[in-house]
């Protein structure tokens, strides 16, 4: 049973800080946006539209929408145009979806340090265990979700779902059901709809056995990770790992060592080989490159903190006889809400000038021949609708200010030139 004086107790300590909650629309979000609320006022909602079931997609929006609007809480909301980057980059659904949602916490959390709040339950972490059971995952995987890592708490893991229902019920709450969760498509569906009930008939302390095994798993990883604090704390402050240190490594203690460096824990066989590889052999990660050395690895971080540079916007008379892609010149009437200068995203389309229809951004830097290594560091001018101008790449036509850019405004308070404050 949910008890939300308890709940507040243990969770107070958001009340000070800048909190995210992740969704859906569906009961568990709903639930857990819910409950924060009563003790976290300033709470910010997070909704991710994937556009994969049509008019499903959009009214799960709208709901959420509604209900922010409701409740006076503020939500930012992603659209994707998921099928058409599924076709650009052939990649599994689950994973690319799991991408582009975590890509964009990862920027709530380096940009405003933010909590973000996941709805995970106690049946998501059952369906969690068995599906890295099928994948050899190892002590790592075996030990699934925590309920605090790092930025990311996961408030609703200590309860089942049968204890989510009965809450919003209680309190006469609404939310939207899914009907993508009855399809046996997916493996965590097939479990959850056909292999766990069926094993919980046959074993009725099934829920109570996993739970017991995950917690022997987390504690094992807690045990493992604080063996290899200091060689980590080491390593990083030398940038360098003797291979006389990592061969005394077990296998586990290599996975958490990857697990520090943002690597991904099926990454330790490419790990493994550059012990035996020559000398200038490397991985790479998004934010370490491990290069073999002669008598050992060397850690070079990678990713290096990103700064937005300020935005040099001006009223101009005129348009330029000759035009670069280091500026824009914008007609301000066909401005939606506030320009707003970032990072590039999986997803961000443009309608660029000279051609019709639209373009994925992905597409625009790969046709540039941009170096991997650079890729994250594009940045896009957009306004509350629209993406106008992919920095020194491609400009918009949408909202671009032509010579026949007239209104009953003069021209000269309408034509905003906009490049970045360098230029």
Avoid at 97 to 103: G, N, Q, S, V
Avoid at 210 to 235: A, G, R, Y
Wanted: hydrophobic share 40%; aromatic share 8%.
């Amino acid at each position: 049973m949910i008890e939300v004086s308890s709940f507040e107790q243990k969770w107070s300590f958001l009340k000070d800080e800048t909190v995210y909650i992740a969704c859906s629309g569906g009961v568990d979000s709903i639930v857990l946006s819910e409950i924060i609320k009563m003790f976290c006022p300033k709470i910010k909602l997070l909704h991710i539209n994937y556009n994969l079931r049509g008019a499903e997609s959009i009214d799960d929006e709208n709901f959420v929408r509604e209900y922010a609007q409701k409740n006076q809480l503020s939500l930012e909301v992603k659209s994707i145009d998921t099928k058409q980057i599924l076709a650009q980059n052939k990649s599994n659904l689950q994973d690319l979806a799991r991408k582009i949602r975590y890509d964009w916490f990862e920027e709530k959390i380096e940009s405003e340090n933010a909590y973000i709040l996941l709805a995970h339950h106690q049946d998501d972490q059952i369906e969690t265990f068995f599906q890295h059971l099928a994948r050899k995952s190892g002590i790592l995987g075996l030990a699934c979700m925590l309920e605090k890592h790092g930025n990311y708490l996961r408030p609703l893991l200590t309860y089942s779902k049968q204890e989510i229902y009965d809450f919003a019920i209680q309190n006469k709450i609404f939310w939207r059901e899914d009907s993508s969760n009855q399809t046996n498509k997916y493996t965590r569906n097939k479990l959850r709809n056909e292999f766990l009930p069926f094993l919980r008939t046959q074993i009725p302390s099934l829920n109570e056995s996993v739970l017991t095994l995950i917690d022997v798993f987390q504690q094992n990883q807690k045990e493992i990770d604080l063996s290899v604090k200091p060689v980590i704390e080491k390593m990083l402050k030398e940038q360098f790992l003797s291979l006389a240190v990592y061969q005394l490594l077990t296998v586990s203690q290599r996975i958490s060592i990857l697990k520090s460096l943002s690597y991904a824990p099926i990454q330790i066989k490419e790990f493994e080989k550059l012990e035996k590889a020559q000398k200038g052999k490397f991985i790479a990660s998004e934010k370490y490159k491990i290069t073999r050395e002669t008598e050992g690895f060397s850690i070079k971080q990678t990713r290096q903190n990103r700064v937005i540079p300020a935005l040099k916007i001006e009223i101009v008379s005129e348009l330029p006889t000759n035009y670069s892609k280091n500026e824009i010149f914008l007609d301000e009437s066909k401005i939606q809400g506030a320009l707003n200068l970032r990072f590039w995203e999986i997803g961000d389309r443009i309608a660029p000038l000279g051609m019709k229809g639209t373009k994925l951004i992905s597409d625009v830097i790969t046709e540039a021949k941009i170096p991997n290594s650079e890729r994250k560091n594009i940045l896009v001018l957009c306004d509350d609708k629209t993406i106008h101008w992919c920095v020194g790449l491609k400009i918009g036509r949408l909202a671009l200010a032509t010579e026949t850019s007239t209104s009953s405004v003069p021209k000269s308070e309408q034509i905003l030139r906009v490049c970045l404050s360098e230029f």
